[in-house]
């Protein structure tokens, strides 16, 4: 089990998004021989409900917080359990992933693996926003648009309620090269060929990925050391797919990385 964590800092409402999610990981493995193994790994990822108070529409902010020029409220039913908040939205993330490892006497590559997997992606969302289709509050202009139109553009850019699936075929490449008694250089390159099935794409769905970690490793007695950075081609689609919808289909055509340092103790 382990938790992920995606933080999102904005200049407009909501300012600040955070995804946090539950993941369970289950690893089955066959070693047919001392260089062959097989491996089939299932994987879970729920979120914690995201809740968002205020929303801007381009010029118009809609919700509880100081620059809100508007505030929705729905008496129906199944509208109470946002308790005056503007929106919730729910996602999990459910894949399985087969993979063939083979490891190898050459000097510059320790381990090949080959895998493919699927994975199926659920969104849910809840808002009132979605009952104003006609009448006054529609109807309101702000900048020349009327609120209605802004309500409906925004309305289609959330995450699709239906299911989606990606469909992933990869290889994965990874080595160690000792430099001296102390210090070593590492990589781990994972390349990724994606394709959607049911995925409603509003500008961009991307078709591959690469994932490259590297670093040096020190070693001194039981204490492992590790500087390292990760470099992600199209953010952390097929990867961490929970990350990846229509509300957030517009960071994906961005390289990301990250710098990491780790340090370890054996006794």
Not at 42 to 64: E, M
Not at 240 to 264: M, P, T, V, W, Y
Request: hydrophobic share 35%; glycine share 4%; net charge negative.
């Amino acid at each position: 089990m382990s938790d992920f964590n995606l933080d999102l800092i904005r200049s407009i409402q909501p300012k600040d998004l955070k995804l946090n999610a539950k993941s369970n990981n289950l690893e089955l493995f066959y070693i047919k021989d001392d260089a062959t193994a097989y491996s089939a790994r299932f994987k879970s990822q729920i979120a914690d409900t995201q809740v968002i108070d205020c929303y801007s529409l381009g010029s118009l902010t809609i919700g509880n917080c100081e620059e809100a020029f508007l505030s929705i409220r729905n008496t129906k039913p199944k509208y109470n359990k946002l308790n005056g908040s503007l929106m919730m939205i729910d996602a999990e993330n459910h894949e399985i992933e087969f993979n063939v490892m083979k490891a190898l006497n050459i000097k510059i590559l320790n381990e090949a693996n080959f895998y493919i997997g699927i994975s199926e992606n659920s969104f849910d969302w809840l808002t009132p926003l979605e009952e104003i289709k006609s009448g006054f509050i529609y109807n309101l202009e702000f900048n020349g648009i009327k609120a209605g139109e802004l309500i409906s553009n925004e309305l289609s850019r959330l995450p699709q309620r239906n299911k989606f699936y990606i469909y992933k075929f990869g290889s994965n490449l990874n080595n160690d090269i000792d430099l001296n008694n102390f210090v070593s250089f590492f990589y781990n390159i994972d390349v990724v060929y994606l394709l959607n099935d049911s995925y409603k794409e509003l500008i961009y769905f991307p078709k591959n990925n690469i994932k490259l970690t590297s670093g040096m490793k020190f070693i001194y007695k039981d204490i492992e050391a590790s500087f390292y950075g990760i470099y992600y081609k199209n953010n952390i689609i097929g990867y961490e797919d929970i990350s990846f919808n229509q509300r957030s289909e517009h960071h994906f055509n961005k390289a990301f990385g990250s710098l990491g340092l780790s340090i370890k103790y054996k006794f």
